[in-house]
């Protein structure tokens, strides 16, 4: 009876973690959209448009800088404290933050000098903006790993905060500060504005974050296993870098084929969607180390529980948060003006591809937590191949919707996959719908 009322505390536990995090992230969501909006507004459809494809370069440099060391966070730190190992724990965290700070400088160095270099190697007009974002890189890529060590330590609500709340409600309030003082309302301001509010949100939660890690330091010397953490991160470096692939693929192949006003337009559906796709991260921030943890103490009975019942309780929210998304959208998409209400058919086609895809399951999390890291990534990077594929394929066809068609199939066709990934090799059985 005990071990059950435990058990059931725990969960309500995890449960509350998750809507507070989910809580969290609309009220970013919230913040980013009115951030969107405003800046659609100020800057215009084509402004708009080259900020946004320039955004989304720059978030994929940034989580692909890390190498995956911000995934393996959730993955070793629980273990390691499983296991009571603070040695490997400390070396991993200044290995990391290491090594994400030192790639990130490189890659925006290199990037940089790319473009002052040959001038031709982007049109004129993305020229400054890419020469700030390269700025944001180093900043962009140590907050997220501060995300994946206050995940990992089940400090929740301090990894997704400061990058998703604070972060945004800075850039807005920059961004109208910036334009009232007599800044031009065009890309270039819109990127150092993200630059400043990226460093003042790195800042609080860095130092909240070393404050906590210091009042329970142990004595036990630094090992640095490095070759270990690479042969796992590297792998989910890649499922990280093609999972936020899924996420942008459709705008990056828009940014090559059509007007920056109908990439700005697409793009502003895709941001109602992150109010669906935040569901499956307020799941997956509280349950993944849970599985690492679970794994380590040997405990198989209490992981499939874990499992079945995160699964039935991430669908049915995605798709209340799906339906209300939709049904708010003719609204929501007039703010950012009355073209952007054409993109309604869009959202629609892409909320119904990420419901599909909840209904497989945490599978990525089982197979990236559980040791099953390159099955998972080799999966994931022939979906990315085949998600660009289909959106060359369709969007000369079909336009706009072709590339939400091609973003929803693949979407969804992943999860499908991946759920068989865990059955055949975790043996555990992840759709919701699943008895």
């Known amino acids: 009876m005990a071990a059950g009322a435990s058990l059931g505390e725990a969960e309500a536990g995890a449960a509350g973690t998750a809507l507070a995090v989910f809580g969290v992230r609309i009220a970013a969501a919230a913040c980013a959209f009115v951030a969107q909006v405003l800046m659609a507004r100020l800057m215009g459809g084509d402004e708009y448009g080259i900020f946004a494809t320039v955004w989304v370069w720059t978030a994929l440099a940034g989580h692909a800088s890390t190498w995956g060391l911000s995934q393996a966070a959730c993955r070793f730190l629980p273990t390691y404290r499983a296991q009571g190992a603070a040695g490997p724990a400390r070396g991993f965290l200044a290995f990391g933050a290491a090594f994400s700070l030192a790639a990130a400088a490189a890659l925006a160095g290199l990037g940089a000098a790319l473009v002052w270099l040959c001038p031709g190697l982007v049109a004129a007009p993305y020229a400054s903006p890419v020469l700030v974002a390269a700025l944001v890189l180093p900043f962009f890529a140590l907050q997220d790993f501060c995300e994946g060590v206050a995940r990992g330590r089940d400090w929740t609500l301090l990894a997704v905060a400061p990058p998703y709340l604070l972060r945004q409600g800075l850039v807005m309030g920059l961004m109208l500060a910036a334009v ?227 973003a929803g199939l693949v979407t969804a066709g992943r999860g499908a996959a991946l759920a068989l990934f865990a059955h055949r090799r975790l043996g555990l059985v992840t759709p919701a719908f699943a008895r």
Do not use: K
């Open 180 to 406: 009232g003082l007599g800044a031009p309302a065009e890309a270039a301001t819109a990127a150092a504005c993200t630059l400043a509010a990226t460093a003042l949100s790195l800042a609080l939660q860095a130092g909240i974050l070393l404050r906590r890690l210091a009042a329970e330091r142990r004595p036990d010397r630094a090992l640095y296993p490095w070759r270990d953490w690479l042969r796992a991160s590297l792998p989910m470096a890649l499922i990280d870098l093609a999972g936020s692939g899924f996420n942008f693929v459709d705008v990056l192949v828009l940014g090559f084929l059509l007007p920056p006003a109908e990439v700005g337009a697409y793009f502003a559906a895709t941001r109602l969607l992150q109010f669906v796709v935040f569901v499956q991260y307020a799941a997956s921030a509280v349950t993944a180390q849970r599985f690492a943890a679970a794994q380590a103490r040997g405990d198989r009975e209490g992981l499939c529980a874990l499992v079945r019942r995160w699964s039935r309780l991430t669908l049915a929210a995605t798709l209340a948060t799906g339906l209300a998304v939709v049904a708010a959208g003719p609204l929501l998409l007039g703010l950012f003006g009355p073209d952007f209400q054409a993109a309604l058919p869009l959202l629609a086609i892409l909320v119904a591809g990420h419901g599909l895809a909840a209904a497989f399951g945490p599978a990525e999390d089982l197979l990236t937590m559980l040791g099953a890291e390159r099955a998972c990534a080799a999966v994931t990077l022939v979906l990315l191949g085949t998600a660009v594929a289909l959106a060359l394929v369709l969007v000369p066809l079909l336009g706009l919707a072709g590339a939400a068609l091609a």
